[in-house]
């Protein structure tokens, strides 16, 4: 299937959206709510792009949208600019402390937004652009937080705003969000040592490394792991960096033929997957 891409002739799969061809053509659209790991939402409107196909042009998202046969698509033109810009000055007028929001609206000519209440700078961090909700449900599996509310008081939050049980402390929606709006701390020290999820009421305990002592990890991440990649909890006991170590040692050892390697690699990695994701709070 062919299209056009700013002039250029450029081939794309059936169903394909013109985010993934312009990315694989070095074109670039700025995108805040999407993610490869996850479905498309078009809940950002940052990626729009304008299509013509015979008389007539329309403004679409470019992560959900599948070209046609001979569609003209352009991702710069001035009347794709101006909704860039509406909806960048929105997002400022809601994060205006954001340092991505800031900068993607100066790259627009935008210094402030005209949608300021007046009230002062908001601390608000969270553009809703829902990556976080959807890595929980469609990569981890847990469905731990939706968004909730509506118009400006709409929000990223657990069930009744109180503890997720569902939650296994994984770190996916912080690390997935663009903003910075999610964050934990862990507490080692504790008897208890415990990782808290700040801003989803969520508190989840913390195992020790079986080696090292270190707390890394929920017992629930374990047996997500564990099921996940089908290997014994046991396997997961030692934190990831212990775990490298001690792979490292038993290969240098007995050096594993080529295809053992591969399988033992695979394995490795499938396991350290999830529970690598902790490696930042050491
Ligand atoms: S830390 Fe909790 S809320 Fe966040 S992705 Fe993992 S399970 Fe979901
Ligand atoms: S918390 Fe982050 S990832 Fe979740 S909706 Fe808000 S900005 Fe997006
Ligand atoms: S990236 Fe397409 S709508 Fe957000």
Same mark, same amino acid.
């Given at each position: 299937?062919?299209?056009?891409?700013?002039?250029?002739?450029?081939?794309?799969?059936?169903?394909?959206?013109?985010?993934?061809?312009?990315?694989?053509?070095?074109?670039?659209?700025?995108?805040?709510?999407?993610?490869?790991?996850?479905?498309?939402?078009?809940a950002?409107?940052?990626? #729009?792009?304008? #299509?013509?196909?015979?008389?007539?042009?329309?403004?679409?998202?470019?992560?959900?949208?599948?070209?046609?046969?001979?569609?003209?698509?352009?991702?710069?033109?001035? /009347?794709?600019?101006?909704v860039?810009?509406?909806?960048?000055?929105?997002?400022?007028?809601?994060?205006p402390?954001?340092?991505?929001?800031?900068?993607? *609206?100066?790259?627009?000519?935008?210094?402030?937004?005209?949608?300021?209440?007046?009230?002062?700078?908001?601390?608000?961090?969270?553009?809703?652009?829902g990556?976080?909700? /959807?890595?929980?449900?469609?990569?981890?599996?847990?469905?731990?937080?939706?968004?909730?509310?509506?118009?400006?008081?709409?929000?990223?939050?657990?069930?009744?705003?109180?503890?997720?049980?569902?939650?296994?402390?994984?770190?996916?929606?912080?690390?997935?969000?663009?903003?910075?709006?999610?964050?934990?701390?862990?507490?080692?020290?504790?008897?208890?040592?415990?990782?808290?999820?700040?801003e989803?009421h969520?508190?989840?305990?913390?195992?020790?490394?079986?080696?090292?002592?270190?707390?890394?990890?929920?017992? *629930?991440?374990?047996?997500?792991?564990?099921?996940?990649?089908?290997?014994?909890?046991?396997?997961?006991?030692?934190?990831?960096?212990c775990?490298?170590?001690?792979?490292?040692?038993?290969?240098?050892?007995?050096?594993?033929?080529?295809p053992?390697?591969?399988?033992?690699?695979?394995?490795?990695?499938?396991?350290?997957?999830?529970?690598?994701?902790?490696?930042?709070?050491?």
């Amino acid at each position: 299937m062919q299209f056009s891409l700013n002039g250029r002739n450029i081939a794309a799969e059936p169903g394909e959206t013109v985010l993934s061809v312009a990315r694989k053509n070095g074109v670039f659209i700025p995108t805040l709510c999407h993610h490869d790991a996850v479905s498309p939402s078009g809940a950002c409107r940052l990626c #729009v792009v304008q #299509v013509s196909s015979g008389e007539r042009s329309r403004i679409v998202s470019s992560c959900l949208y599948a070209p046609s046969e001979n569609d003209r698509v352009e991702t710069d033109t001035e /009347r794709v600019r101006k909704v860039r810009r509406m909806v960048l000055e929105l997002l400022l007028a809601r994060c205006p402390t954001v340092e991505l929001i800031r900068d993607l *609206a100066r790259a627009y000519g935008i210094q402030r937004s005209r949608f300021t209440d007046g009230a002062g700078p908001s601390e608000e961090r969270c553009v809703l652009c829902g990556l976080c909700v /959807r890595v929980c449900d469609e990569v981890v599996g847990r469905h731990a937080i939706s968004h909730a509310k509506r118009g400006i008081q709409r929000k990223i939050t657990t069930a009744f705003d109180t503890q997720a049980d569902e939650c296994i402390g994984c770190g996916a929606c912080v690390r997935i969000c663009p903003t910075g709006a999610l964050h934990y701390e862990d507490l080692p020290e504790q008897k208890q040592p415990e990782r808290v999820m700040v801003e989803l009421h969520t508190r989840v305990p913390l195992v020790r490394c079986s080696d090292c002592g270190r707390a890394f990890a929920s017992p *629930a991440l374990f047996e997500h792991v564990s099921k996940s990649v089908n290997v014994p909890p046991t396997t997961l006991a030692a934190c990831p960096a212990c775990r490298s170590k001690s792979f490292a040692a038993t290969a240098a050892q007995n050096p594993p033929s080529a295809p053992a390697f591969a399988r033992a690699h695979a394995r490795t990695y499938q396991s350290q997957l999830l529970a690598s994701i902790n490696e930042e709070s050491s």
